[in-house]
């Protein structure tokens, strides 16, 4: 088995918070692979420093063989990476931006411009491409950051909360080019809180809290015979409301 990611014993602090803890992780080489957690387990964090922009305090991360760090040029040009709020150049129109991002790296003009012109339609940008981003909504953004991040067609795709802030119509697009990429041969790893999505897309995945990894399978052999979102909060706990709190809130004024 080819290993897409491959993680092992990763430690990450911020001061005296240790976020990441011994983390280890192997991701195989075509697969649809989800990371899945509850708010603060570490999930941004690790995909950071797999996308070779924050660097471990300990162990090693592997994209496609590539050692990340301590040298991560190498394994950016394997790697697209689309962080959940994409930070774009905001003066620049989605056609300018994929431009300079296919220059960065070294791509030949006429190739940049077809495969932005391409990206552009499929996802429903060809409208607004000569707009500027600063005058992109959240959702219009994220699809410009995807386009981005796979404009060099890398063999490895990490998305961060990739649904988040999506249309129906622009999730199925998102789940179609992601399955089209990974029938293609690419591995895609992603984190997400919407659990059906993952549910449904997903080959492998793993479930981190608390910086660690607290349980890794096939969905089936998490979620059983129920449902992923069931044995998500099962693994990590649920939380209800007591019948005391929050006894204001009520449409009574006093
Ligand atoms: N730059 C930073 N400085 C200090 N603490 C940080 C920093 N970045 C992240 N953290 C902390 O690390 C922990 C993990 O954060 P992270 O964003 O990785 O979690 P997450 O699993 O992606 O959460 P969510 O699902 O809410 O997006 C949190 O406690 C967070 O406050």
Redesign the pocket.
């Known amino acids: 088995m080819l290993t897409a990611i491959g993680i092992s014993g990763l430690k990450k602090a ?1 001061g005296d ?1 240790h ?1 990441i803890q011994d983390l280890s992780l192997t991701i195989p080489t075509g697969s649809f692979y989800g990371l899945a ?1 509850p ?7 690790t995909i950071r420093m797999i996308a070779g922009l924050l660097r471990p305090d300990g162990g090693t991360i592997e994209v496609d063989g590539v050692s990340v760090w301590p040298d991560p040029r190498a394994a950016k040009r394997i790697l697209g990476y689309v962080p959940d709020n994409p930070t774009l150049f905001s003066r620049l129109s989605a056609r300018e931006m994929l431009d300079y991002a296919g220059m960065l790296r070294g791509m030949e003009s006429a190739t940049i411009r077809e495969r932005g012109d391409d990206l552009l339609r499929v996802l429903g940008l060809e409208a607004d491409a000569d707009r500027q981003i600063a005058d992109f909504s959240l959702g219009m953004t994220k699809r410009v950051g995807l386009a981005v991040a796979i404009l060099h067609s890398p063999r490895v795709l990490i998305l961060d909360e990739p649904f988040g802030s999506l249309d129906p119509v622009n999730t199925q697009v998102m789940e179609q080019l992601l399955a089209r990429y990974r029938d293609g041969g690419g591995s895609v790893v992603f ?1 997400s ?1 919407v659990l059906d999505v993952v549910e449904r897309l997903c080959d492998r995945v793993a479930v981190i809290a608390g910086g660690t990894l607290v349980a890794e399978g096939t969905v089936r052999e998490l979620a059983g015979t129920g449902s992923l979102e069931d044995a998500f909060v099962g693994i990590v706990g649920g939380r209800e409301l007591k019948k005391e709190d929050l006894g204001w809130l009520s449409s009574s004024s006093d």
Do not use: E, L
């Open positions: 911020f918070a976020v957690g708010n603060g387990a570490g999930k941004t964090t984190s809180h």
